[in-house]
């Protein structure tokens, strides 16, 4: 099914093409959930002549081409190796089978170690031959700014409500999408999942609310949670915190459900520092961080209506007994 909130992009890029004025190196950059590794297997297909599909559409497949590398972290590593990136580098090099020139997608390019990201660098700034290097990245942050540079930049946004809801009922209908979509921060590919996890999600809220009004003990919620995906929970989190401070700048404690009551305890800036430390843990590598400590952390300082997240952007849940998070990995 086609991805219509992707028209305009596509347009653009076979507008571009026509005037053989395509980039060499691009970066796909947004929120998780909106089809950007859809958007790169469709710019890679075009480029190889793989099909001739006017917009890029769900689900996708990975195109198999003797002239396309598709390069992403192996299943036993927490990062895509400078090894990988050199064998993507020599096959770049080498004559095209097809005659259309090389094509090469690296998914999530923010996952590439320093020395896999420095070894791509020439290659970046001179593709060899008629080449085109697609990198998705869900969080351009972690990206060297060598890197970022050397890239034209595609920003893939997240659709209108309408947009989505619309097309997730034609993906699967019947379906009560509203919630799901808001639980994804409204990307409507990440909302698929948040409608499996939707019992999930519903008694994490719960626990949530019960541990800010202390009717719950931090400890026993974090040592729950932790039984889940820490991708899962730690976004899960940065989105209800996110909710909370557009409830405080906004002035309107009946945007939160939990109301006026936690509300009315925080500072408005400690919540923006608490969801700066939830997104430094979202960004590091699983495995590098003890999740049940972190988790420990952070629901201690919502338990306490945040009066001690340290401003100096340390996360709560690193500080926590020194650095337990870390060395208890």
């Given at each position: 099914?086609?991805?219509?909130?992707?028209?305009?992009?596509?347009?653009?890029?076979?507008?571009?093409?026509?005037?053989?004025?395509?980039?060499?190196?691009?970066?796909?950059?947004?929120?998780?959930?909106?089809?950007?590794?859809?958007?790169?297997?469709?710019?890679?297909?075009?480029?190889?002549?793989?099909?001739?599909?006017?917009?890029?559409?769900?689900?996708?497949?990975?195109?198999?081409?003797?002239?396309?590398?598709?390069?992403?972290?192996?299943?036993d590593k927490t990062s895509i190796?400078?090894?990988?990136?050199?064998?993507?580098?020599?096959?770049?090099?080498?004559?095209?089978?097809?005659?259309?020139?090389?094509?090469?997608?690296?998914?999530?390019?923010?996952?590439?170690?320093?020395?896999?990201?420095?070894?791509?660098?020439?290659?970046?700034?001179?593709?060899?031959?008629?080449?085109?290097?697609?990198?998705?990245?869900?969080?351009?942050?972690?990206?060297?700014?060598?890197?970022?540079?050397?890239?034209?930049?595609?920003?893939?946004?997240?659709?209108?409500?309408?947009?989505?809801?619309?097309w997730l009922d034609r993906l699967?209908?019947?379906?009560?999408?509203?919630?799901?979509?808001?639980?994804?921060?409204?990307?409507?590919?990440?909302?698929?999942?948040?409608?499996?996890?939707?019992?999930?999600?519903?008694?994490?809220?719960?626990?949530?609310?019960?541990?800010?009004?202390?009717?719950?003990?931090?400890?026993?919620?974090?040592?729950?949670?932790?039984?889940?995906?820490?991708?899962?929970?730690?976004?899960?989190?940065?989105?209800?915190?996110?909710?909370?401070?557009?409830?405080?700048?906004?002035?309107?404690?009946?945007?939160?459900?939990?109301?006026?009551?936690?509300?009315?305890?925080?500072?408005?800036?400690?919540?923006?520092?608490?969801?700066?430390?939830?997104?430094?843990?979202?960004?590091?590598?699983?495995?590098?961080?003890?999740?049940?400590?972190?988790?420990?952390?952070?629901?201690?300082?919502?338990?306490?209506?945040?009066?001690?997240?340290?401003?100096?952007?340390?996360?709560?849940?690193?500080?926590?007994?020194?650095?337990?998070?870390?060395?208890?990995?």
């Amino acid at each position: 099914m086609e991805i219509p909130w992707q028209k305009d992009l596509a347009s653009t890029w076979l507008a571009a093409a026509d005037q053989h004025r395509l980039p060499h190196a691009v970066l796909l950059a947004g929120p998780p959930g909106v089809g950007k590794r859809a958007l790169a297997a469709w710019m890679v297909a075009r480029k190889l002549d793989l099909h001739r599909d006017p917009v890029p559409c769900y689900p996708f497949q990975r195109p198999q081409h003797p002239d396309l590398h598709w390069l992403s972290r192996p299943e036993d590593k927490t990062s895509i190796l400078i090894d990988q990136v050199r064998a993507l580098v020599h096959d770049l090099s080498l004559t095209s089978h097809s005659g259309r020139g090389k094509a090469a997608v690296i998914e999530p390019a923010h996952l590439m170690t320093n020395s896999a990201a420095n070894s791509l660098l020439k290659t970046l700034e001179e593709p060899p031959g008629d080449a085109l290097l697609v990198l998705v990245a869900d969080r351009i942050g972690r990206l060297p700014a060598t890197v970022f540079s050397r890239c034209q930049r595609i920003e893939v946004r997240v659709p209108a409500e309408q947009v989505s809801l619309e097309w997730l009922d034609r993906l699967q209908p019947g379906k009560s999408w509203a919630e799901p979509l808001r639980m994804a921060g409204h990307a409507p590919l990440a909302a698929l999942d948040a409608l499996d996890r939707l019992d999930a999600s519903t008694a994490m809220s719960r626990e949530f609310q019960a541990v800010a009004l202390g009717q719950q003990s931090p400890v026993e919620i974090a040592a729950k949670w932790s039984k889940s995906d820490a991708a899962f929970v730690l976004d899960w989190l940065a989105r209800q915190v996110q909710q909370v401070a557009r409830s405080l700048v906004g002035g309107d404690p009946t945007n939160y459900a939990a109301g006026n009551s936690v509300l009315q305890r925080m500072d408005r800036r400690n919540v923006f520092c608490y969801l700066d430390q939830i997104n430094r843990l979202r960004g590091q590598p699983q495995g590098s961080f003890n999740v049940t400590v972190a988790l420990e952390g952070l629901l201690i300082d919502w338990a306490t209506g945040l009066r001690h997240v340290d401003r100096d952007g340390t996360p709560a849940a690193l500080s926590l007994g020194s650095n337990r998070a870390i060395a208890g990995r």
